[in-house]
């Protein structure tokens, strides 16, 4: 069925490294949006894209929706502890007259200072 | 205050009990999600609702059932729970009044279900 994957599914990194996290969908989205979720806590919204080829940047977070809307990555330049979580996408799959988010199975990023 | 709460944060049962996890909120949001959440398998989407007394099922909704009676609750019941239903369970809500956009979600803390 219409999936959105999501790799790799951990990445532990020195911190000061970079990160990258990768989203593949079997369909094109008409958006995508992202999400992370500290240890311990709920997702929280960073980012929506809607435009195919759409970058995005928030401080020293990347964002940036493929040409053909169909993948989508995050990259973190210069990691800090603060970015520990897990990182997820999540796109809009079409289910006869509905559409309805789907998330993909996330990133746990870790770092060691 | 927080904009959307979940009752209660944990909870531990037997197998074969009746269970209701609720979700409410304050942002005046119509549209209305349950998910539950497993290592290694992110955000599955169990139940959502567009508005009051809309209910549409995601993508494991079997051994669920969902209740929307008032644009500022939904609730989830497992009428017979399972062991494999142990789990992270969210709700989150999104605003789209004005917009027929898949806006961010908005999620409440979380439940956390052992059944044993």
């Known amino acids: 069925g219409q999936q959105v994957m999501q790799i790799p599914q951990y990445q532990h990194v020195q911190e000061g490294e970079d990160f990258t996290t990768y989203c593949n969908s079997s369909t094109t989205l008409s958006n995508i949006q992202w999400y992370k979720q500290r240890p311990g806590g709920h997702p929280v919204f960073l980012i929506q894209?809607?435009?195919?080829?759409e970058v995005k940047k928030q401080k020293r977070l990347t964002f940036q929706f493929g040409e053909a809307k169909k993948n989508s990555s995050l990259h973190i330049t210069a990691t800090q502890t603060t970015d520990v979580g897990t990182y997820f996408c999540a796109g809009p799959i079409r289910y006869s007259s509905a559409s309805k988010i789907i998330f993909g199975s996330g990133t746990r990023l870790s770092i060691r200072p | 205050d927080a904009d959307v709460t979940q009752t209660p944060r944990n909870r531990i049962t037997k197998t074969g009990k009746r269970i209701m996890l609720e979700c409410s909120q304050t942002?005046?949001?119509?549209?209305m999600y349950w998910y539950r959440q497993d290592p290694g398998l992110g955000l599955r989407l169990i139940y959502y609702?567009?508005?009051?007394?809309?209910?549409n099922k995601g993508e494991i909704s079997d051994g669920y059932s969902v209740s929307r009676q008032a644009q500022a609750k939904f609730s989830l019941s497992l009428e017979s729970a399972i062991p494999n239903q142990t789990a992270l369970y969210f709700c989150?809500?999104?605003?789209?009044?004005?917009?027929?956009?898949?806006?961010?979600?908005?999620f409440g803390p979380g439940t956390r279900l052992t059944v044993l």
């Open positions: 609702s567009f508005d009051v007394k809309d209910i």
């Open positions: 942002k005046g949001h119509d549209r």
């Open positions: 894209l809607v435009k195919s080829g």
């Open positions: 989150a809500t999104s605003d789209h009044r004005t917009s027929e956009t898949h806006n961010e979600q908005f």
